[in-house]
């Protein structure tokens, strides 16, 4: 078995990316295979149990509000669009790397197939992790809704233009929050089928349950988001919901 710290030290890189001096230093293939490795390690039964022992809902709540604040911004010097661009790409492919852990350990404790058959199995660390939170199974959907409206309201406008994208920079931009787009679009489906289980609600009842939330989460005024500086605008509510339906896995 790794050592403790080493599990520990692969949660880190997801929510931090590498340090080197005690400070994070943009390297995305790093961050890549410790991913790799991580999912690995989820489909490995000896390992699986020993990795997630560490998995609460505060690391949760932490990979879900990694696209929100960048974790590398350009030096003071270097205010132009291309180096803005640049820190905010490198800042997103660490929250798409995170979001794609989560998204992958529901996936593997829920078979999402066939929503309606959906067997939630209280005992798997993902799903406990949600219905031990501190609002329960109910306060994790609102978590992971109102992260994914931020998301689309903050990048939805660039990703959907994506193809207009004139530079290397933008492209790779548009890369990273779609990644994390569409991970989010997977935890909320997983969240949504889990919380229909627990509270013996319709697809209708719950969806509507979802509206109710998004619709809350884009009622906010505009906050001062550092995204801001070169997002086009801000998608308008219908087409934030096309997108959230587009979205969410088959």
């Given amino acids: 078995m790794p050592p403790k710290g080493l599990i520990q030290n692969f949660f880190?890189?997801?929510?931090?990316?590498?340090?080197?001096?005690?400070?994070?230093?943009?390297?995305?293939?790093?961050?890549?295979?410790?991913?790799?490795e991580i999912i690995g390690m989820l489909h490995s039964?000896?390992?699986?149990?020993?990795l997630l022992s560490s998995f609460e809902w505060d690391l949760f709540e932490k990979?879900?509000?990694?696209?929100?604040?960048?974790?590398y911004?350009?030096?003071?010097?270097?205010?132009?669009?291309?180096?803005?661009?640049?820190?905010?790409?490198?800042s997103l492919e660490v929250a798409a790397c995170a979001?794609?852990?989560?998204?992958?350990l529901l996936k593997k404790e829920l078979d999402c197939s066939e929503k309606a058959k959906v067997e939630v199995c209280r005992d798997a660390p993902g799903t406990r992790c949600l219905l031990n939170g501190p609002s329960g199974i109910r306060g994790a959907l609102k978590v992971v809704v109102a992260?994914?409206?931020?998301?689309?309201?903050?990048?939805?406008?660039?990703?959907?233009?994506?193809?207009?994208?004139?530079?290397?920079e933008e492209q790779r931009y548009c890369g990273s929050a779609q990644r994390c787009l569409d991970s989010l679009g997977m935890i909320l489906s997983y969240v949504a089928c889990i919380?229909?289980?627990?509270?013996?609600?319709?697809?209708k009842t719950c969806a509507e349950f979802i509206?109710?939330?998004?619709?809350?989460?884009?009622?906010?005024?505009?906050?001062?988001?550092y995204f801001d500086k070169i997002s086009k605008c801000e998608l308008t509510k219908t087409e934030i919901n096309q997108a959230m339906v587009l979205s969410l896995p088959d």
């Fill in 195 to 203: 919380y229909r289980h627990e509270e013996t609600v319709d697809i």
């Fill in 147 to 168: 992260s994914t409206i931020r998301c689309w309201m903050t990048h939805g406008r660039m990703v959907l233009d994506q193809n207009s994208a004139p530079s290397v």
């Fill in 73 to 90: 911004t350009p030096a003071e010097d270097q205010p132009e669009t291309s180096s803005i661009l640049l820190s905010m790409s490198q």
């Fill in 45 to 50: 039964e000896p390992l699986e149990d020993y």
């Fill in 12 to 36: 880190l890189l997801l929510v931090e990316g590498p340090i080197g001096e005690g400070h994070p230093f943009p390297d995305h293939n790093r961050v890549e295979l410790g991913l790799q």
């Fill in 99 to 104: 979001l794609e852990f989560v998204a992958q």
């Fill in 211 to 225: 509206k109710e939330i998004a619709m809350d989460e884009m009622a906010r005024d505009k906050e001062d988001l």
């Fill in 63 to 71: 990979f879900l509000e990694l696209h929100k604040t960048p974790i």
